[in-house]
Nanobody, 115 residues
Framework: QVQVVESGGGLVQAGGSLRLSCAAS????????MDWYRQAPGKQRELVAH???????NYADSVKGRFTISRDNAKNTAYLQMNSLKPEDTAVYYC?????????YGQGTQVTVSS
């Protein structure tokens, strides 16, 4: 059994910052990839940031230069530092982890950016 829990969401003004955390627990040996997705009302879920176990990263064009993904393998935790937030960043943010061929999502954390 694997659990994924996101935290750190909230309400922030445009231009502000938030740091999301994703903690995985349970029957875990090694986590391969850790990703952050987001889903805004009426829109499809989209990949925001991706990090491999070795630390290679990829970002959606819309967040490049503003968001930074990182991870702590010893703690089975990933982070998403979000700076210069915009109203269009408002969404529920989900963490997804991959362990071998299996993927696990958390319940999500709401991020709301006011203009």
């Amino acid at each position: 059994q694997v659990q994924v829990v996101e935290s750190g969401g909230g309400l922030v003004q445009a231009g502000g910052s938030l740091r999301l955390s994703c903690a995985a627990s349970g029957s875990i040996l090694d986590i391969n990839d850790m990703d952050w997705y987001r889903q805004a009302p009426g829109k499809q879920r989209e990949l925001v940031a991706h990090i491999t176990r070795s630390g290679s990263t990829n970002y959606a064009d819309s967040v490049k230069g503003r968001f930074t993904i990182s991870r702590d393998n010893a703690k089975n935790t990933a982070y998403l530092q979000m700076n210069s937030l915009k109203p269009e960043d408002t969404a529920v943010y989900y963490c997804r982890i991959t362990i071998n061929a299996y993927t696990y999502y958390g319940q999500g954390t709401q991020v709301t950016v006011s203009s």
